[in-house]
Every structure is written in structure tokens, then in C-alpha cells.
């Protein structure tokens, strides 16, 4: 139990659909990161928010977008959703002053 | 070629033998961390390194920062250690920081 949660933990959708998904992180985590995971491969940094600011983000088309609340839960939004889109995506929290970190279940997209 | 590669990408022992897997990395980092993932997809944070070795129960992660290598070591494995274990390298850029996996390798433990 990390504390993590995410929301929903499985979804379809179809191509050219919008989708948000959404993560809890623990009291105090002021980092979060998403990952997507193809079926086995592995996961593939999307981007991270610290205290609700973009500080990263990996090779992804600008119709990933991403917010953090005050509270420091996030929502990962994507647009125009194509088949490929179809994967796990997990989110991770982390501390300050520390780099461990501490993932979710993860959400299971499907795009038909 | 992957900025990181583990190896092997499966591998399969008998209750009790003792685990080593592998993670080779091209990029500098500011740290590595080994990460398990059970089936239905939940991670677990094993251990974050940036120098040195951490042992954490039977679990041990060294790391050659001079070599860009590192190994997660099982000793007297179990059943329950089936899973695959990810190797990711925190890379510092110019928008933060971005995490880079391995593909992760499969472990079996039969008893």
C-alpha cells in the first residue's frame, strides 16, 4: 500500500475521444510523475509537476497535458485519443527532499 | 540502443538460488532506482541509489556510477520474488528531471 490512488483503474474509450485520468498522492508528496506502460514494455516518462508546475516531460505529443492541484493530486488529459494510446498509466508521488518514489495502480486504457 | 538496457530479459531459477540482474545505462544520472511490477501493474519502489550499495531484507542494490552499472542481487529466492524488476535512471534536463526505464526482466521463482 503506497498511498497512491488512481481513478479509474480501468476505462474504453474510442479513437478521437478525450480522457482524464486522476491521481491522489500522499499528505506532503509534492512531486508527481506519469508513466505509460505498452502491453510488456516498459514504462515511459510522460511528464512531472512540482507544486502545480511542469518540470519535466518526456517524448509526448502536447495533447498529453497534465495539472496539479493545490492539494498536490494531479489529472493526466488526453486528446484525440488514437489506438496506440491503449496502455497502463501509472502516476507517482515523491517527497520533498527525496527521490523515492511511490506509484499507483495505475489506470488501464483501452482505445477501440 | 536503449539509454538503458537490462539483462538478462527473463530468467528463471529454483526456490533458494541466488538472483543477480543486471542495468547498464549511457546518460548521466543523478540517481537509479530498481522498481518491482506484479502482474495487474503496481509498482514498488525497491530502492534509489546514487553511490555505493543498499540492502534492504534479502534484496541488494549495488551501483558503479565510473562503469554506469548497477545490479539488484536476491539472495535465497522465493516464490514470491516472481516479478519483473525495472531499472530507471533520473536524468537531470533542462525542464527537470525525466525518468528513464529499462524494459524490465521477468523473474520466476518455482518452488
Known amino acids: 500500500e503506497t498511498g497512491v490512488t488512481q481513478s479509474p483503474t480501468h476505462l474504453i474509450k474510442t479513437r478521437g475521444q478525450q480522457v482524464t485520468l486522476r491521481c491522489s498522492s500522499q499528505?506532503?508528496?509534492?512531486?508527481v510523475s506519469w508513466y505509460q506502460q505498452a502491453l510488456g514494455q516498459g514504462p515511459q516518462f510522460i511528464f512531472q509537476y512540482y507544486r502545480e508546475e511542469e518540470n519535466g516531460r518526456g517524448n509526448f505529443p502536447p495533447r498529453f497535458s497534465g495539472l496539479q492541484f493545490p492539494n498536490y493530486s494531479s489529472e493526466l488529459n488526453v486528446n484525440a485519443l488514437e489506438l496506440d494510446d491503449s496502455a497502463l498509466y501509472l502516476c507517482?508521488?515523491?517527497?520533498?527532499?527525496?527521490?523515492?518514489?511511490?506509484f499507483g495502480e495505475g489506470s488501464r486504457l483501452t482505445v477501440l | 540502443k536503449n539509454e538503458v538496457e537490462q539483462s538478462p530479459q527473463n530468467l528463471t531459477a529454483q526456490e533458494g538460488e541466488f538472483i543477480t540482474i543486471n542495468c547498464s545505462y549511457s546518460v548521466g544520472i543523478s540517481a537509479l532506482h530498481w522498481l518491482q511490477q506484479h502482474p495487474g501493474g503496481g509498482i514498488v519502489s525497491l530502492f534509489m541509489l546514487s553511490s555505493g550499495k543498499k540492502k534492504h531484507g534479502r534484496l541488494i542494490a549495488t551501483i558503479n556510477i565510473q562503469e554506469k552499472h548497477s545490479s539488484l542481487h536476491i539472495t535465497a529466492s522465493h516464490p514470491r520474488d516472481s516479478a519483473v524488476y525495472i531499472c530507471?535512471?533520473?536524468?537531470?534536463?533542462?525542464?527537470?528531471?525525466?525518468?528513464?526505464f529499462g524494459k524490465g526482466t521477468t523473474l520466476s521463482v518455482s518452488s
Open positions: 499528505s506532503g508528496h509534492n512531486t
Open positions: 507517482a508521488s515523491r517527497p520533498p527532499n527525496t527521490g523515492e518514489l511511490f
Open positions: 530507471a535512471v533520473s536524468v537531470p534536463n533542462q525542464a527537470g528531471t525525466a525518468l528513464i
